[in-house]
């Protein structure tokens, strides 16, 4: 299964970014679907939200209430508002989407798409 992010870019502290993940390929199942990012100078990916089939979402301490994540399952997509946005924002988004193709478990990364938050 193959993701494809986009919606990135560079935006000043409060403004707004919507990012979205398409994912493709053949006779494929999708559970789980999400976002995570890693900040410049990090190792560890962190947990932004995800969200599972039939629509329930889990978030980070650290956006509730500014981050809204949100799937059209019949687009295979997954999406990320996010508002109020700040410098420690800052990070490269990944999405990940989780399920089964041909009866095999998958779990599936984006290529990453870069959000800059300036203050």
């Known amino acids: 299964v193959q993701l494809q992010a986009s919606g990135g870019g560079l935006v000043q502290a409060g403004e707004s970014l919507r990012l979205s993940c398409a994912a493709s390929?053949?006779?494929?199942?999708?559970?789980?679907m999400g976002w995570y990012r890693q900040a410049p100078g990090k190792q560890q990916r962190e947990l932004v939200a995800t969200i599972n089939s039939v629509g329930s979402r889990n978030y980070a301490d650290s956006v509730k209430g500014r981050f809204t994540i949100s799937r059209d399952n019949a687009k295979n997509t997954v999406y990320l508002q996010m508002n109020s946005l700040n410098p420690e924002d800052t990070a490269v988004y990944y999405c990940n989407a989780r399920g089964v193709r041909q009866f095999v478990p998958y779990d599936s990364w984006g290529q990453g798409t870069l959000v800059t938050v300036s203050s």
């Open positions: 390929g053949t006779i494929f199942v999708i559970n789980d």
